[in-house]
């Protein structure tokens, strides 16, 4: 979980590359109309974002049915979604990409191939809730190389969960 710009995308692969888990990006969960709707530059409220939320909960459930691990890049800013996504499981642990917002805006603006509407990382940053002691997150700093992030959390992961 973080902002836009916290580089889910970039450390869950690596880190299902780590640990030889699969990995999900989570915007692949969206609904059809949640797609159409961003497409058209309009925000998601929280009602659309639950079918997104509940069919990302859905493949932890089928995933760990099946016996198998996954990393799943998802913003999750919220403690309300990530209820949903971890929905009382003990085998779903969160993985919290710390930064500054300086830090964050500056990759941004390096970031290839994505636009980025001005005032959205203003507005991520809002909306953050920092994972809570009780969610027993793993808080990791994203002022590092992705290679030293990725082993940061991947032995915080193996110490509880055998591969
Ligand atoms: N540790 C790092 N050091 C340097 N650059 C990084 C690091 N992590 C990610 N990046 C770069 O920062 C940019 C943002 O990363 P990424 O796209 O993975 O973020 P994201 O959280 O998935 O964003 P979004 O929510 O918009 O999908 C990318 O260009 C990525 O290559
Ligand atoms: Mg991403």
Redesign the pocket.
């Known amino acids: 979980m973080?902002?836009?710009?916290?580089?889910?995308?970039?450390?869950?692969a690596e880190l299902a590359k780590r640990l030889s888990w699969t990995f999900e990006?989570g915007?692949r969960f969206h609904p059809k109309s949640n797609v159409a709707k961003m497409s058209a530059g309009h925000p998601l409220t929280d009602k659309d974002r639950l079918p997104w939320l509940q069919a990302i909960a859905d493949e932890i459930d089928r995933v760990c049915e099946a016996g198998g691990h996954v990393v799943v890049?998802c913003?999750a800013l919220k403690r309300a979604y990530r209820e949903i996504l971890v929905h009382g499981r003990d085998d779903v642990r969160i993985v919290f990409?710390d930064g500054s917002q300086a830090l964050?805006a500056d990759?941004?603006a390096?970031?290839?191939g994505?636009f980025?509407p001005p005032g959205l990382l203003d507005s991520q940053f809002k909306t953050l809730e920092p994972p809570q002691a009780d969610e027993c997150p793993i808080n990791v700093s994203?002022?590092?190389?992705?290679e030293?992030?990725v082993n940061n959390i991947a032995a915080q992961v193996a110490t509880e969960v055998r591969t």
């Not at 973080?2 to 869950?12: F, H, L, P, R």
């Not at 994203?142 to 992705?146: F, G, L, N």
């Open positions: 973080g902002v836009s710009g916290s580089g889910k995308s970039t450390i869950a990006d915007d890049a913003s990409l964050i990759r941004l390096r970031r290839k994505h980025m994203i002022d590092a190389p992705v030293t992030i």
